[in-house]
């Protein structure tokens, strides 16, 4: 069985090869992800590679292999459908659940994931509006994603649905609820720019300023 190291680090490299249309992920990235020195990364890379999960090549990056995928995949399944759980069924809100995800995803089996995925009906997105991948063999394409664009390159007078959070650390999605953003929510850009780096939204009678750095990372749907 892989290590909870081994299953951190396939997954973070799945993550960041997603992020950047499939190309190798590099040192710098992993260590900054993983928050590790650039020395432990490559010393994992040469596990990694040891184990076939992985073909790291120099100064090139690092890719998964098939094995890797489908390990990265399954720990990803494993992760959205536990914050969804233990949102839906805890009550706990969507900035609390992703770090007790990260330390149960390596504890549960794949008998109870596929329970937990029946009792939620089979959903399509965790609480972050992450697509949650399929059970049906893991198949290595990536779950389907909907069109979407950032909130950021929304234009005045457009309507939109926030579907998807991409920073999911506590401190911004604690922000986005004393803002009354959450997944769902529909509105429509007044003005973008509004001075200063700040777009101005309208979501039903109220007007806020937004900051653009943080609307880049809100993804949206036209309503």
């Known amino acids: 069985m892989p290590s909870l190291t081994v299953e951190n680090y396939v997954k973070t490299i799945y993550q960041i090869a997603a ?4 190309q190798p992920a590099s040192t710098g990235q992993i260590a900054a992800a993983l928050d590790v020195s650039p020395g432990t990364v490559t010393s994992m890379l040469k596990t990694l590679d040891a184990a076939r999960l992985a073909t790291h090549k120099p100064y090139e990056g690092v890719s998964l292999s098939r ?4 390990l990265a995949l399954r720990m990803i399944r494993r992760h959205r459908l536990i914050e969804l759980f233990l949102l839906r069924t805890l009550d706990m809100s969507w900035d609390e659940v992703h770090d007790e995800a990260e330390h149960m995803e390596h504890a549960v089996s794949d008998l109870l994931v596929d329970r937990i995925d029946a009792f939620l009906g089979h959903p399509d997105v965790d609480p972050h509006g992450d697509p949650i991948p399929r059970a049906e063999g ?5 779950p389907v994603e909907p069109e979407t664009q950032s909130l950021a390159e929304c234009t005045a007078g457009q309507p939109f649905r926030l579907t998807r959070v991409l920073d999911q650390s506590s401190e ?7 803002s009354g953003l959450a997944l769902g929510v529909t509105g429509t850009v007044e003005k973008n720019p509004d001075g200063a780096g700040l777009m101005r939204i309208r979501i039903q009678d109220r007007v806020m300023s937004l900051a653009l750095e943080a609307a880049a ?3 949206v749907t036209e309503e």
Not at 19 to 22: D, L, R, T, V, Y
Not at 138 to 142: A, F, V
């Open 138 to 142: 893991l198949s290595l394409e990536p």
């Open 217 to 219: 990372k809100l993804l």
């Open 172 to 178: 911004f999605l604690r922000s986005l609820t004393e």
């Open 19 to 22: 992020a950047q249309a499939g």
């Open 67 to 70: 094995a890797g995928r489908l």
